[in-house]
């Protein structure tokens, strides 16, 4: 009698666990073919998009071309060009509409209400024409878990509740700002091929908008012992990089990893965690108890890469809406700029007879990248100037 009670309780029991397994939505998520970003399908007001899954955007972001097709907005009010937080890109936030008010927005059988939201021209400023918008995890959530599954590409939403914590998960603490963004503080031990080791405990963004693993600004302690060793650092445009590992908590250790160095300012961090480091994990957002929980997959690392760049000489910044400039030169032992005569704020006309601007480089790159050797015609202090560059192509890498 109590070997059937006993059959009897074990398979109550396991049908429960199969019926809350089957309960869990998979909401399926893809890598776009060109940029490699992450898009989910989202409905807003009962119009389905595809959106970029960003966790560094602080408020939902509509393109024109789809916001037009759920306006006109119910009792919206329009806050104004910009945010006071523009200095990070201001030829893109100028350019958006700021809105409060509530949208319907719903992913996979969860529904919420956005606030907030902007309108602006995604598609063209972010050059991801796949894109209706972008999202995060909504800010107003106080009673999920946010599963981001990278082992079979989906995203799961259950309620805090509900979920079950794995002793091989790392928990560690999970922060939103006032504008929604989210961090995490974390124990990192460093490592670069060339011998350097860093040491870090700080907090750090998250954002699976970008491609980095771990990155830092130049003015960080972590990038100025970094920067020793300059010479062996890949050049690219507005950053560097090492290869080597990345220790987390002491439990996990990271193989074939990218420590970056940023030369530009974030409006929001000194530091951050992006794609090519969250692709290891399962990763949990528990929205309820602030806990982001991370568990390495047996599934083998495949580097989410853009393209493969070649202009790490110097680093540019656009001028007007389309034209280009050169921002910094490269500070590495025998750049080819530096040889070549460049200077900061030279206006780049063309490229062996190519017209450049801001997305020469992507729309031409096929054309740009392989050349050795790149004639420019330039504009500087009111007066033409042709200068050749002898480009260094054993430092082009695929990122």
């Not at 530091?271 to 108890?289: A, Y």
């Not at 910094?328 to 200077?343: E, H, L, M, T, V």
């Amino acid at each position: 009698m109590m070997r059937k009670l006993f059959l009897c309780c074990f398979a109550i029991a396991f049908l429960c666990s199969c019926a809350q397994e089957i309960q869990k939505e998979k909401i399926p998520f893809t890598f776009t073919p060109e940029r490699k970003l992450m898009s989910v399908p989202v409905t807003i007001q009962g119009v389905t998009g595809n959106f970029l899954f960003d966790t560094g955007a602080y408020v939902l972001g509509l393109d024109t071309t789809f916001a037009a097709k759920i306006a006109p907005y119910d009792s919206i009010r329009q806050q104004g060009k910009g945010y006071s937080r523009s200095d990070y890109a201001p030829e893109i936030t100028s350019m958006m509409n700021g809105y409060d008010g509530l949208l319907k927005v719903q992913i996979g059988n969860y529904c919420f209400k956005a606030e907030r939201f902007r309108v602006g021209d995604f598609r063209e400023l972010l050059q991801i024409p796949e894109f209706d918008g972008l999202m995060g995890i909504p800010d107003s959530d106080s009673l999920n878990v946010w599963e981001v599954n990278f082992e079979e590409n989906y995203i799961s939403i259950i309620t805090a509740d509900s979920f079950q914590i794995d002793e091989k998960i790392l928990t560690l603490p999970l922060r939103l700002d006032e504008y929604g963004f989210t961090f995490t503080t974390l124990p990192v031990t460093i490592r670069t091929k060339q011998g350097v080791e860093v040491k870090s405990e700080e907090e750090y963004l998250i954002d699976t908008g970008s491609y980095t693993d771990i990155l830092f600004l130049n003015d960080t302690e972590e990038a100025k012992k970094l920067n020793t060793q300059n010479d062996s650092a890949y050049w690219l445009h507005d950053y560097h990089f090492w290869e080597g590992e990345i220790n987390v908590c002491g439990r996990v250790k990271l193989d074939s990893a990218r420590v970056y160095v940023y030369d530009f300012p974030l409006s929001n961090s000194k530091r951050s965690l992006g794609m090519n480091f969250f692709k290891r994990f399962n990763v949990f957002f528990d929205m309820k108890n602030r806990q982001l929980y991370l568990k390495p997959i047996k599934k083998k690392f495949e580097r989410i890469k853009f393209m493969k760049r070649g202009w790490g000489d110097f680093s540019l910044k656009r001028v007007g809406k389309y034209d280009v400039a050169i921002d910094r030169i490269c500070d590495y032992k025998d750049n080819p700029a530096i040889k070549a005569g460049f200077q900061v704020d030279d206006k780049i006309l063309t490229i062996n007879g190519i017209d450049i601007h801001s997305n020469s480089f992507i729309e031409d790159e096929d054309i740009l990248m392989p050349a050795k050797t790149w004639n420019c015609h330039i504009y500087r202090n009111g007066k033409f100037l042709n200068l050749t560059l002898h480009r260094n192509l054993d430092r082009q890498i695929e990122d």
